[in-house]
C-alpha cells in the first residue's frame, strides 16, 4: 500500500494519471485480439501436432482427435518418417541447401551492399537502378530456367540457391543498415591505415551481426522452404530436398486407394502427413528463439535511418 | 575515390570466386561418351512418396547389358499441375528428356511446336508391347492431325466404382434394395430418421459424398453420378450420336438438380457434403454416419481401408447395388472413359537417333522379364509366386524388402509403365483376405468384379474435348452449388435464366466446340 502511494522522485515528476473506462475497453479489446490471434495459431498448430500422433485405429472426427488423451498417442508415424531412407536423404539435402544457400547468400549479399552503401561510388544511381529493375520487373520462370540450363546448373544443388542468392529486397535492407554506420568509424579505421576490406571486416561487419543474422535467418527461411527451383532444376531424386517430399507425402492419400501399400508401413497416412510438417518445420521453429535477439534490432535498425 | 573502385574490384572478384566453382559443377558431365546409349526418363512413381529405384538397382544393369542402354531415371513430381510446369520448362527450353510421361492438355501443346514425335511407326516395332498396351482407342487417344504423338498406355481400371448401400441397415429397418429414385428416397429418410444405427440418435443420413470436380468431371463430380444418371445426365457430355453436348444444356438437368435440392432440404444427404474432403468422406462412412455412397472398390475394400470400418461395426456390411432408375428409364452409375498414361518421345531423341533404342527399351518392360521386374521386383528377394504363378509377399528371406513392404517399393517405382490391369497385377493387387474383426473373406478385386456388370454411360474419349476456361468454370461450379445451398431459387424460370447467362459467357462456344471435336474424332456412340 505504502509502496502504491509513493510518488516518483527526481527533477522531472510525472503525473500519475488514471486509466478512463476507454482506455479499460480499449485494453480489453486488444486483449481479446491477441486471445483470438492466439488461438487462430495455436489451434492448427495444435490440431497438426495431434494429428501426428494419432493411432492407426482412431475413429473420429479431428476436432474429437485433437483432444486425444497423451497415453493414447502413437508414435508409429514419426517412426516411419524416421526409419524412411528417402526422408532422411531428402532432410540432408535440404541442409546441404541451407546451408550452402545462407553462406553464398551471405557471401554475395554483403559485399554489394556495402559497396552500395558507400556515396561516393562512382555510378552508384545506376548500379541501384540495375538492382531495382529485376526486383521490380520479374524475368519469368522460362528466362530463368533457359540461364540456369545454360549455366550447367541442372542436377546440382547450387541450381535451387543460387538464382535466389542476392534478393534484391534483403541487399537494400542491408545496405540500409550500412549507410546508417556513422562515417566517422569507417573514417577513423582509413586514417589508421586500414584498407576498405579491412574496414568491412573489422569495423562493419562486427557492428552488424543484428542485420547478418536478420538476413540470414531470412535467407534459411526461404531455401528451407523452396518446393519450387527443387521441382524445377533437380531431375535426379536422390538430389531432391524436404518440401519435394514433403508435396508426396501430402499427396499420397490421393494415390494410396490404387495400391495396397503406402511407403511408410502401417502408420496412418494423415499422421505421416502431419509429422512430416511438423518435422520440416522444427529446424526454423528452434533456430528463431536463438536469432529472436538479432531479428527484432535487426529489422528495426535497417529500417530506422538518421 | 581510388580506394573505392579498389573495394569494387575485389568485391566482384569474390562474387566470382564464390560463383565459379558453383557454376562449372555442371558441365563436367555433358561430354558424351562412346559405349551405350542415354536413356532419359521422367516416369510417373507409382507410389510417389516412396523414392526413387536406388541407384544399385538390378534393373539398371540388366538394361545396360541386354539393349546397351544407359537408363537416367526421373520421378515427375505427384501433381499433375507441377508435372505440367516441370515439362513445359523443359519443353521451352528444348530440353525435354528422350522420354516422358506427359497430360494430354501440355501434349496439345507441344505437337504444334515440333516438340514431340509421332510415335505411330513405333507399334510394329514393339509387337508384345502394342498387342496388351495399345488398342484402337489408346492410339486414337493422342492423335493429333492423323498422327499419334504419344503412347497412351492403360491408366486406371475402367467402372471402379459403385453404388454401395448398408445391408445391414435395411435389415434392421425392413427395407429393401431401392430400385428407382422414389424408392431411393424413401430408403434415404429411413436411414436418416429412423436410427438405422439403433443408438438413439439422430447422427445418420441416407446419402453420403463430396465434391469431386476436375477439368472432365464437372460439378457435383462423381460420388453424386448415380443420381443425375438417373436422368441420363451423368457424365460433363452427352456422347451419344443423336443427342450430343453438355449435359447441363439438357432440359433433364434441371431435374436431376430438383431431386438433389430436395435431398439437402430434406437433409437426407449429409449435410457436411459440400465441406468435406476426400479424406473426410472416407472418414465418415467408416464412421457409420450414412448409408448410401458411390465408393471406388480399392478404397472401400482393400484391407487397410475397409480395416477401420471392419473395427467399428463387426456387424455392418456394405453391398453393392444398381443405380436407381430414374422416371424415363435412365440408369447409370456414372460416365466411363478410358483412363490413359501418355509417354512421349521427344523431337530431339528421335534427332539424336533414340528412336529405335526407346522402342527396344519398352518392348523389353512388356517381356515376362520386364513385366515382373519392374511390377514386383526380383524373385526370390520382393516377391514369390503362388500356386496359381501370382506374385505375392510370402515365404521371403526378409520380408522388408518384400514389393508390398516399404522397403521393396522403390524397385516398383516404374510398375505403371509396364502394367496394363491383367489378370496377374489384379489378382496380386488385390489378393483375398480374412478382415480382423467380424472375419469376413473380402477381396477388392470381387468387388471392383461386381461393379463392372453394373450400368454405366459409355464416354469414351470426353476427357480429350475441350475444357472450359477458368471464368466459365467458376460460374458453371458456383452456380449450381448455389442452387442447391438455397442462395439462388431453383426454379424453372430462374434455371432457364441462369442457362441464358452461361451461354453467353462461353458456355454454348464451349459446347459447339465440343461436339464438333468430339465428331471430328469420331467419339460418338
Known sequence: MEQKNKKPKGRFTSVAVRPTAADHSFNLAVDIFLMVLLVIIAVPLWSTITLSFRPNDYIGNNLQGMFLAPWQWSNAAYKALLGNAGFVLAFGNSVKILIGGVVTALLLTIPLAYVLSIHTLPGRRYLNLLIIIPYVFNVGMIPSYLLVTNLGLIDKLAAVFLPGAISTYNCLIMRSFFEGIPNELKESARIDGATEIQVLMLVILPLSKAIIMTIGLFYGVSFWNDFFHAMLYLNNNQLQPLPILLRNILMASGMNEYVEVSAFGDAPIAAIKAASVFMSAIPMVIAYPFIQKYFTKGTLLGSVKG | ?525
Open chain 2, 1 to 525: 575515390m581510388k580506394r573505392t573502385c579498389t573495394v569494387c574490384i575485389a568485391l566482384v572478384a569474390l562474387l566470382s570466386l564464390v560463383s565459379l566453382p558453383l557454376f562449372s559443377q555442371g558441365t563436367a558431365d555433358q561430354a558424351k561418351a562412346s559405349g551405350p546409349t542415354t536413356i532419359e526418363l521422367w516416369y510417373g512413381a507409382a507410389i510417389t512418396e516412396a523414392g526413387p529405384p536406388p541407384a544399385d538397382w538390378v534393373g539398371f544393369q540388366i538394361i545396360k547389358d541386354k539393349l546397351n542402354i544407359d537408363l537416367k531415371l526421373t520421378a515427375l513430381p505427384s501433381n499433375e499441375s507441377d508435372q505440367d510446369v516441370k515439362v513445359q520448362a523443359a519443353a521451352a527450353a528444348n530440353n525435354l528428356p528422350d522420354l516422358f510421361m506427359v497430360r494430354r492438355d501440355v501434349l496439345t501443346r507441344l505437337v504444334p511446336q515440333g516438340l514431340v514425335a509421332p510415335v505411330d511407326d513405333l507399334y510394329e516395332k514393339m509387337p508384345i508391347r502394342t498387342a496388351k498396351h495399345y488398342d484402337e482407342v489408346s492410339r486414337s487417344h493422342a492423335r493429333f492431325n492423323g498422327k499419334t504423338y504419344g503412347l497412351a498406355d492403360p491408366g486406371s481400371i475402367n467402372k471402379n466404382e459403385g453404388l454401395l448401400i448398408r445391408k445391414d441397415w435395411l435389415d434392421k429397418l425392413g427395407l429393401s434394395v431401392p430400385k428407382t429414385t422414389d424408392e431411393l428416397l424413401a430408403v434415404m429418410r429411413a436411414f436418416t430418421f429412423n436410427d438405422p444405427d439403433g443408438n438413439g440418435k439422430h447422427d445418420t443420413y441416407g446419402y453420403g459424398a463430396f465434391q469431386e470436380i476436375n477439368n472432365y468431371e464437372a460439378w457435383p463430380g462423381r460420388r453424386l453420378e448415380p443420381i443425375f444418371g438417373a436422368f441420363g445426365v451423368d457424365g460433363t457430355w452427352n456422347m451419344t450420336a443423336s443427342n450430343a453436348g453438355l449435359n447441363i444444356l439438357k432440359p433433364e438437368f434441371f431435374d436431376a438438380m430438383s431431386l438433389l435440392k430436395q435431398m439437402a432440404d430434406e437433409g437426407i444427404i449429409d449435410p457436411n457434403w459440400l465441406a468435406y474432403k476426400k479424406d473426410d468422406f472416407r472418414a465418415a462412412w467408416k464412421q457409420g454416419r450414412f448409408g448410401i455412397m458411390r465408393e471406388q472398390n480399392a478404397a472401400f475394400a482393400a484391407q487397410a481401408n475397409y480395416a477401420p470400418f471392419d473395427k467399428n461395426f463387426p456387424n455392418g456390411e456394405w453391398i453393392i447395388i444398381d443405380p436407381p432408375t430414374g422416371p424415363k428409364g435412365h440408369a447409370s452409375i456414372g460416365p466411363y472413359t478410358a483412363g490413359f498414361r501418355i509417354y512421349a518421345i521427344s523431337a530431339k531423341a528421335v534427332k539424336e537417333g533414340k528412336k529405335d533404342k526407346i522402342a527396344a527399351l519398352l518392348e523389353w518392360m512388356a517381356s515376362d522379364e520386364g513385366y515382373y521386374l519392374l511390377g514386383w521386383g526380383v524373385e526370390g528377394v520382393n516377391y514369390t509366386k503362388d500356386a496359381n504363378g501370382i506374385p505375392v509377399a510370402a515365404n521371403l528371406p526378409n520380408p522388408d524388402l518384400a514389393f508390398s513392404a516399404p522397403g521393396g517399393q522403390t524397385v516398383t517405382q516404374l510398375r505403371n509403365m509396364v502394367f496394363y490391369n491383367g489378370d496377374i497385377e489384379l489378382y496380386a493387387r488385390y489378393p483375398k483376405y480374412i478382415t480382423a474383426t467380424s472375419k469376413k473373406e473380402m477381396s477388392a478385386l470381387d468387388v471392383l468384379r461386381v461393379m463392372q456388370t453394373k450400368k454405366w454411360t459409355p464416354a469414351v474419349g470426353s476427357d480429350t474435348l475441350p475444357i472450359p476456361n477458368a471464368d466459365l468454370k467458376r460460374f458453371y461450379e458456383q452456380g449450381l452449388s448455389e442452387f442447391i445451398t438455397g442462395k439462388r431459387s431453383l426454379t424453372r424460370d430462374n434455371w432457364n435464366k441462369w442457362i441464358d447467362e452461361f451461354k453467353r459467357l462461353g458456355g454454348q462456344d464451349w459446347n459447339d466446340k465440343g461436339v464438333a471435336f468430339a465428331k471430328e474424332n469420331n467419339l460418338l456412340n
